[in-house]
């Protein structure tokens, strides 16, 4: 059975940093591009970035690519999002999910609940 | 960015009856080697989103065949027939031809 199980996720102050991590199992890690998306309070869906099968390669939504960084350790099936300086507006619900071809998610976590607040 | 545009956002129905969400999108989703990259999720109350339908009318493993998805370009359509109390939640179309991809702001589909 396909598993994403994030954590990480917490109570954080406006400007500090935070990495999540999304542990995968039941498939080939490796073998697939991973993504991650983020989901406000109010429902909206993100869509932050995704990262090569390999780590070789990542794209990211342009709003986030100076703050958000996406990683990977095959050897630990663990996917990684760090980030920085964040704001209230990072507020939000943030899943892994496995990608098949193009952007098509197939598998997500359970999702990590991050608040920035003071 | 892509926008796309999700209607209604509310839609009440009756079991067994029949629903039909929109995903209009600011620019053609045609992508340049063919493909058009636009995708249906469902997110049940308390749950992550689930896969529906990919590339506008495959539909994801296990979903049923009450589930069908159309259209192309710029105009999509998710039809959901027989409706059951399990496909009662938020839908939401999702982009991946361009850069950054864009998702809908959702449809909940609630009984009347």
């Known amino acids: 059975e396909v598993q994403l199980v994030e954590s990480g996720g917490g109570l954080v102050q406006p400007g500090a940093s935070l990495k999540l991590s999304c542990v995968a199992s039941g498939f080939t890690f490796s073998d697939y591009w991973m993504s991650w998306v983020r989901q406000t309070p109010g429902k909206t869906m993100e869509w932050i970035g995704d990262?090569?099968?390999?780590?070789?390669?990542?794209n990211y939504a342009p709003s986030l690519k100076n703050r958000f960084t996406i990683s990977r350790d095959n050897a630990k099936s663990t996917l990684y999002l760090q980030m920085s300086n964040v704001r209230s507006e990072d507020t939000a619900t943030y899943y892994c999910?496995?990608?098949?071809?193009?952007?098509?998610?197939?598998?997500w976590g359970q999702g990590a609940s991050v608040t920035v607040s003071s | 960015d892509v926008v796309m545009t999700q209607t209604p956002v509310s839609l009440p129905v009756s079991l067994g009856g029949q629903a039909s969400i929109s995903c209009r999108s600011s620019q053609s989703l045609v992508h340049s080697n063919g493909n058009t990259y636009l995708h249906w999720y469902l997110q049940k109350p308390g749950q992550s989103p689930q896969l529906l339908i990919y590339?506008?009318?495959n539909r994801f493993s296990g979903v049923p065949d009450r589930f069908s998805g159309s259209g192309s370009g710029t105009d999509f359509t998710l039809k959901i027939s027989r409706v059951e109390p399990e496909d009662l939640g938020d839908y939401y179309c999702l982009q991946s031809t361009h850069f950054p991809y864009t998702f809908g702001a959702g449809t909940k589909l609630e009984l009347k």
């Open positions: 990262i090569k099968y390999d780590g070789s390669y990542t």
């Open positions: 590339r506008v009318s």
């Open positions: 999910t496995r990608n098949t071809m193009r952007g098509v998610m197939d598998a």
